[in-house]
Nanobody
Framework: QVQLVESGGGLVQPGGSLRLSCAAS????????AGWYRQAPGKERELVAT??????TYGDSVKGRFTISRDSAKLVVYLQMNSLKPEDTAVYYC?????????WGQGTQVTVSS
């Protein structure tokens, strides 16, 4: 059984920072790619960031503010979010892709508000 355990979400004021983490556990030993997606009420789920090997990609709305990283040995993926804006408010989902399938986290609420 494979599970992705997310942490780090919460309430933050505009301009603040949060660091999300996603730890894989269970019958998983490595993954080819990982990413973060988000979905706000009434909006489609959108790409935030992905990482494959040493290469990262970002959605246009977060470039220069968010950074994705990974600890392959511990199967943990992180999302450092800086200069947060109210429009960043959404449920953030971790995604991990292995050789055989893709796994999704349960989602973590990030709320940016004063």
């Amino acid at each position: 059984q494979v599970q992705l355990v997310e942490s780090g979400g919460g309430l933050v004021q505009p301009g603040g920072s949060l660091r999300l983490s996603c730890a894989a556990s269970g019958s998983i030993f490595n993954y080819h790619a990982a990413g973060w997606y988000r979905q706000a009420p009434g909006k489609e789920r959108e790409l935030v960031a992905t990482i494959t090997g040493g290469s990262s990609t970002y959605g246009d709305s977060v470039k220069g503010r968010f950074t994705i990283s990974r600890d392959s040995a511990k199967l943990v993926v992180y999302l450092q979010m800086n200069s947060l804006k109210p429009e960043d408010t959404a449920v953030y989902y971790c995604k991990v892709t292995t050789m055989v399938r893709t796994y999704w986290g349960q989602g973590t609420q990030v709320t940016v508000s004063s």
